[in-house]
């Protein structure tokens, strides 16, 4: 209705597809190799947000960079920060939708938690992003956005300067670690999340290596061999239950892949060794899964995997159906996990006053009826 479209943005973009819109361009071929490096150093390694300071590009070549293409990243619709420090972004992508992305800065590190769906397919009976149905899958460049945009905000590439918006001391202000525990299953959107891990992980770029990032999946069994050939990144199961039974109800993909075949894949996840652990998510619910018995069977299950477990106190939402363990509980379950040779296994809930802790995030985005689609159309 009136509103221009706006320009294709080049964030996120993989070097062949920066070759591909240089050709559009009509860049000669011979130049590609080293314009593409120019490009992918100015993105990834600078964060420009402007072609106009790509001074080793010649000018008439960013001219038309910029008539045709932007830099932009997802926008901000909110940003909170928590009492703790962690920010959580409500981000709006070019179609409208939205998606949430959470920095949580920690003692000499800093962590961002991405999202790779709007909504998810499944439903876990614990985690209020289950309660959106799946709105689409988010493209490479958009999750590598999230990224992008956390690093602006926090002042996180060379150069930012001091008194940068986020007013963080400039020690804390780095992502080291990205994890994709936001919204959706990152499984269920396997190519786009591969494409942008390899982009991220690049060692002239972002340069975040792939044992800093970790995927946590809720278990599609047999997608975990490939991802770990094809990926390659730390992995993170989120089991929550030693039976079956209990884990249908809490982890419904679990009527699939029960837990047997879903650790007999994390047996065989290509590069593992101690020095490589998968870890083992679990949320602590009261009165259903956190018994002391639950904790022995816990260790026992985990024997022969190098593992680590780590154990979430339950975070509740609006109309959530369960509460979160007693503190003294959780002690006492910590305890048996820790005496099995597992070290600091509570993850501490950051970030709960703005919703931002693990499974709270959920944003309005709904998927549009066929019919109202056309209609808008
Ligand atoms: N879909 C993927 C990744 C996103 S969820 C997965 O399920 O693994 C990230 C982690 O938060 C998972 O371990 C998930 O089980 C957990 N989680 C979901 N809801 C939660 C809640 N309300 N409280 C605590 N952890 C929760
Ligand atoms: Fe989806 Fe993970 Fe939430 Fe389950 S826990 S509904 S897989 S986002």
Not at 147 to 154: H, P, S, T, V
Not at 279 to 289: C, D, Q, R
């Amino acid at each position: 209705m009136g509103v221009a479209p706006s320009k294709e943005t080049l964030v996120g973009l993989s070097r062949p597809e920066l070759a591909e819109k240089l050709a559009a361009l009509g860049v000669p071929e011979r130049q590609h190799r080293m314009r593409v490096a120019q490009l992918w150093s100015w993105i990834y390694v600078r964060g420009a947000t402007d072609f106009d300071i790509m001074t080793d590009i010649a000018k008439e070549l960013r001219g038309q960079l910029a008539e045709h293409f932007a830099l932009t990243r997802p926008e901000i619709v909110t940003e909170q920060v928590s009492v703790d420090g962690t920010r959580k972004w409500l981000l709006r992508l070019h179609d409208g939708k939205e998606i949430e992305t959470v920095y949580i800065p920690e003692e000499g590190r800093g962590t961002l938690c991405i999202s790779s769906q709007i909504g998810c397919t499944l439903t876990c009976s614990f985690c209020h992003t289950g309660t959106q149905r799946l709105v689409r899958n988010l493209t490479a460049s958009e999750i590598i956005g999230q990224i992008m945009l956390a690093r602006d905000r926090i002042g996180d590439w060379p150069g930012a300067v001091p008194d940068d918006p986020s007013g963080l001391p400039q020690g804390d202000r780095k992502i080291t670690n990205v994890v994709l525990m936001g919204m959706g299953e990152p499984l269920y959107n396997f190519d786009n999340v591969r494409d942008a891990c390899a982009i991220v992980s690049d060692g002239e770029g972002l340069s975040i290596s792939k044992r800093r990032i970790t995927l946590s999946t809720s278990g599609i069994v047999p997608e975990i061999p490939r991802w770990g050939e094809e990926a390659g990144t730390m992995l993170a199961i989120s089991l929550h239950a030693v039976r079956d039974e209990l884990r249908n109800e809490l982890v419904p993909i679990n009527r699939k892949w029960p837990i047997k075949d879903l650790l007999d894949a994390c047996r065989n996840y290509p590069g593992l060794s101690n020095a490589k652990r998968i870890t083992f998510e679990y949320v602590m619910l009261k009165g259903l899964n956190d018994s002391v018995e639950d904790a022995k069977a816990l260790v026992r299950l985990l024997a022969k995997i190098p593992a680590k477990i780590n154990l979430i106190p339950f975070n509740p939402w609006p109309g959530s159906p369960y509460e979160c363990s007693d503190w003294e509980q959780i002690e006492k379950f910590a305890e048996v996990v820790n005496r099995a040779g597992y070290a600091s296994p509570v993850r501490s809930p950051r970030g709960r006053d703005i919703m931002a802790a693990c499974g709270q995030l959920k944003s309005a985005s709904i998927k549009q009826r066929a019919s109202q689609r056309l209609a808008s159309a």
